[in-house]
């Protein structure tokens, strides 16, 4: 098959409006009769079902969550980027383009980027006209704060509960849908299967996690908004719903899937503690605007932080990248931190931390403006540390937080499945190999408030789509599969827990295809997973009913379905022996231990084909090219 | 440390449902309240069976997913703080502590301390929102809003709808929760041309899902883990009667 990216043609600033005009449009009296599902309520599936909904479509929206609110979305704190250009500092939407695709490290598509930063302006202006309650200046207009990778401050905020105001907005957008009857919610459900016909996504099969009932759904179209794979690394900064199961489902079904191996590791999370932590938390990296990152310059320097002197400490990020210092990209940041940890130069009880460090700017602005700009981060650290971070430093440590691969979609946000969309974390597109900070609220809200009413419309205009109920074949043997697949999990009875299993992966897959990546470790790891596979099918206890709330069930369902995906996620990591963004291949750097692309070699997008559990997927390549932006060595000195 | 807890079980939401009495060994005082039940559930999957349910997700206080009873307070002695964000360092060795899940007719409970909060939705589609869709929007910069204005819209659109406030009240009244997205939108001048309509709705829906009234005890400011003032409902009930004395379409 013959990946075709459907980028249109004419000059880049001009192909979004270009592909409008020529996409089809269902005309406002056919919208009714057109089902369209979606799965997720993040700010990519609630501001789809939202404007889809207003569109006059008749839409279902599914969440595994017991409200849409809830989706984790709601957790991101810094900001959302958008080129206004409102602080006469430079910035362009050209300017948001460049620096997406070089903070990407020249992994991404261009016409997704340029489309991406061109309606980041709309979703401003949308979002406060829902009442979004983003900080002002005190003439009454929008303030803005700086994040990594960029010399402008193009970040709008709502204190640092920017993801939980942008959602509740698309939320209640939605649920304004429900009002009307446009949109159906159905909440605690969660998918277990695309269903095909005549090769198109024609509906899905869920279990009600509350009776644990299973349900099918028809329509024309599945847009799948599920959210990224970070939980497959055990700890991660996501809730502890987040799974890859609705995404891997879809694959299994012949969605391919592109680039697992970018995963972003934050530079900023509260470090481990303990055997039993069940998450890591973010700290945002607007922090980074006015903490300061250090480590003694000495290693084996155990004295408490303010007992060490000016002289001896080492702000590695400045002294290696003077004009972005502290807002080096994530990437940059993370290899940093990691570096200067394994020179045994990591400070707190493990090692494994670095100190960000707020006495300066609290001496130059004061506790209250400090407080005003990041209280409610103050305040989440001390909960979990027991410290005072306005007296003394913040000790943190990266964990993985995002994860840039992900189903591979046309410019349509169309998968390799007719009629299957996949928006937000869960498609692959516009990040490249690593994303910039406050960019993945502008792309969950770029897809499902301005992407999606276009090219779905175009979709429903021009396929086929022959009337289908839930009665037919495809879905009973759909979710005869589904069931067969619970019974088995009920039926090991074996000895070990799914979360022992999944802390196991979990570890290996940190250890081995985290920060940094090297051959042996990986042809380690993809000899190990399958033995954590069959032991996780020999031995995985699933106690309590299927017909009835059973936590645990869920849980190992998705533990099943990480230790499938996990294998994928590992051979892309092994297929890409260079170096690029997020994924660091210790055998390919520069002599300074900068990341080092190979163009000429990896200048693609893996998208691999599922064959079966255990057998290697098949590699398809769709080439990037670059017309607008040169790429070159990353540089952020 | 040791733990002792007598905790709420209840298979379905027909079940009469009791307490049980478990043991939680080998805690360790940085782990979080949510890790301890974790470490519980743990030993009862190992030995086949039923494990407690519980709701959380995002487990930094922000989803506001979890919740319960923690010696009959709703997430527990810490205020400003929700379950998941509890700490067992604020416990002793050997406490005893009871698990219920939260009591009201309008959250009725599902299974252990998973409750149906979908009333809270309910109320959100009556009219908490601006009626703008997508794509009308002037520049966002063209409306201006002071910002003592929008800090107090923060304030209120803070409430992360966990239903500790329900909870909390004799009356199992959801005014807090009503009140702080009324008040939110209240606040801004993109709210005001639905400000009558929304906060009449709002209330109206309120009351037909089964919630009570509020009677003025601040037990709902006292247990919310955003700490949302009670002056919000002061402001809804100002906006109410407002309503009530403005033509209604």
Same mark, same amino acid.
């Given at each position: 098959m013959q990946l075709d990216s459907k980028t249109p043609g004419g000059p880049l600033a001009e192909k979004w409006d270009r592909h409008r005009f +020529?996409?089809? &449009?269902?005309? *406002? @009296?056919?919208?009714?009769?057109? /089902?369209?599902?979606?799965?997720? /309520?993040?700010? @990519?599936g609630a501001s789809a079902a939202s404007s889809l909904g207003e569109l006059g479509y008749n839409v279902l929206s599914f969440c595994i969550q017991d409200s849409p609110r809830r989706a984790h979305s709601i957790a991101a704190q810094g900001g959302i980027n958008a080129a206004k250009n409102y602080q006469n500092d430079g910035d362009s939407i050209q300017r948001l383009f460049y620096d997406t695709v070089k903070g990407g490290d020249y992994r991404s598509r261009e016409a997704n980027v340029y489309r991406l930063a061109h309606l980041s302006v709309n979703i401003i202006d949308h979002c406060v006209a829902q009442g979004v309650p983003f900080a002002r200046e005190y003439g009454g207009l929008l303030d803005n704060r700086s994040f990594g990778g960029a010399q402008v401050s193009r970040t709008f905020y709502a204190r640092g509960q920017t993801g939980q105001q942008l959602l509740l907005g698309a939320y209640q957008s939605m649920m304004r849908q429900v009002e009307k009857g446009s949109v159906k919610s159905f909440s605690n459900r969660e998918m277990l299967d695309v269903v095909l016909i005549d090769g198109q996504a024609r509906g899905i099969v869920v279990r009600n996690l509350n009776t644990g009932a299973i349900e099918r759904y028809a329509g024309h179209a599945v847009l799948l908004c599920t959210g990224g794979y970070g939980t497959a690394y055990y700890l991660s900064t996501n809730a502890v719903n987040s799974n890859v199961t609705a995404a891997w489902r879809a694959h299994r079904r012949g969605a391919f899937f592109a680039n697992p191996c970018y995963t972003q590791i934050h530079p900023t999370c509260i470090p481990v503690s303990g055997t039993e932590q069940s998450k890591l938390t973010l700290m945002s990296e607007s922090l980074r605007n006015d903490g300061r990152v250090w480590v003694p310059r000495t290693s084996g320097d155990k004295r408490p932080p303010k007992q060490i002197p000016e002289a001896e400490r080492d702000y590695y990020l400045e002294r290696r990248y003077p004009s972005f210092g502290n807002l080096v990209p994530r990437d940059v940041a993370s290899r940093n931190a990691k570096a200067v940890c394994d020179e045994g130069r990591g400070v707190g009880d493990s090692g494994l931390a670095v100190y960000l460090d707020f006495q300066d700017a609290?001496?130059?602005l004061g506790d209250e403006v400090i407080r005003g700009r990041y209280g409610n981060l103050f305040d989440m650290y001390s909960k979990i540390t027991d410290d005072d971070p306005y007296s003394v430093p913040m000790r943190i440590y990266p964990a993985i937080h995002y994860t840039m691969g992900g189903l591979w979609v046309d410019y349509n946000l169309m998968s390799t499945i007719p009629g299957l969309h996949v928006l937000g974390e869960a498609n692959f597109a516009d990040h490249g190999a690593n994303r910039l900070g406050a960019s993945a609220l502008m792309q969950g809200l770029a897809d499902g408030y301005f992407v999606i009413p276009y090219t779905l419309a175009h979709y429903l205009g021009s396929a086929t789509l022959p009337a289908v109920t839930t009665d037919h074949d495809a879905f009973k043997a759909s979710e005869a599969a589904v069931q067969e697949r619970i019974d088995l999990l009920l039926s090991v009875k074996g000895s070990k827990t799914p979360r022992q299993l999944h802390r196991e992966l979990g570890g290996l897959l940190w250890d081995e295809v985290g920060m940094a990546r090297n051959e042996a470790g990986l042809r380690k790891t993809l000899e190990r997973i399958p033995q954590l596979r069959d032991e996780f099918w020999q031995n995985v206890s699933v106690p309590g009913p299927k017909n009835n709330l059973n936590k645990n069930l869920e849980y190992a369902g998705r533990v099943a379905d990480y230790l499938e995906f996990a294998e994928v996620l590992t051979l892309d990591a092994l297929h890409r022996q260079e170096s690029c963004g997020g994924h660091f291949r210790e055998e390919s750097q520069t002599p300074d231990g900068e990341a080092l692309r190979d163009d000429a070699n990896y200048s693609?997008?893996? @998208?691999?084909?599922?064959? +079966?559990?255990?057998? @290697?997927?098949? &590699?398809?390549?769709? *080439? &990037? /090219?670059?017309?607008y932006v040169k790429p070159s060595q990353r540089s952020y000195k | 440390m040791r733990i002792f807890l007598k905790v709420w079980r209840q298979a379905t939401p027909r079940d009469r449902g009791g307490f049980v009495d478990y043991t939680a060994e080998n805690i360790s005082p940085d782990m979080s309240f949510l890790e301890m039940l974790d470490v519980v559930n743990e030993s009862l999957i190992v030995k086949g069976q039923d494990p407690i349910a519980f709701d959380s997700d995002c487990r930094e206080g922000i989803c506001g997913t979890c919740g319960f009873l923690v010696g009959g307070v709703p997430h527990g002695p810490d205020p400003g703080t929700s379950v998941c964000q509890l700490h067992m360092r604020r416990f =002793?060795?050997?406490d005893r502590l009871v698990l219920e899940p939260w009591r009201a007719r309008a959250f009725p409970v599902l299974k252990d301390l998973v409750v149906d909060r979908s009333a809270f939705d309910r109320i959100i589609q009556a009219g908490g929102y601006t009626s703008v869709n997508v794509g009308g929007a002037q520049d966002a910069n063209l409306i201006l809003v002071a910002k003592t204005a929008s800090d107090k819209a923060m304030d209120s659109a803070a409430c992360i709808g966990c239903g500790a406030c329900v909870a909390a009240c004799k009356n199992a009244s959801a005014a807090l929760f009503t009140s702080a997205k009324v008040a939110h939108l209240a606040f801004l001048p993109q709210g005001q041309p639905e400000r009558a309509t929304r906060v009449v709705a709002m209330v109206e829906r309120h009351d037909a899902e089964g919630f009570g009234s509020c009677s003025n005890e601040g037990e709902c400011e006292a247990v919310c883990p =955003?700490?949302?003032?009670?002056t919000n409902i002061a402001h809804m009930n100002r906006e109410y009667l407002r309503a009530m004395l403005v033509t209604r379409d």
């Open positions: +020529e996409s089809k &449009l269902v005309n *406002p @009296a056919n919208r009714r009769k057109y /089902t369209i599902i979606i799965v997720g /309520t993040g700010l @990519a609290i001496e130059r693609y997008v893996a @998208a691999w084909e599922f064959q +079966e559990v255990g057998k @290697a997927p098949h &590699l398809h390549k769709e *080439p &990037l /090219t670059f017309e | =002793k060795d050997d =955003k700490e949302i003032p009670i």
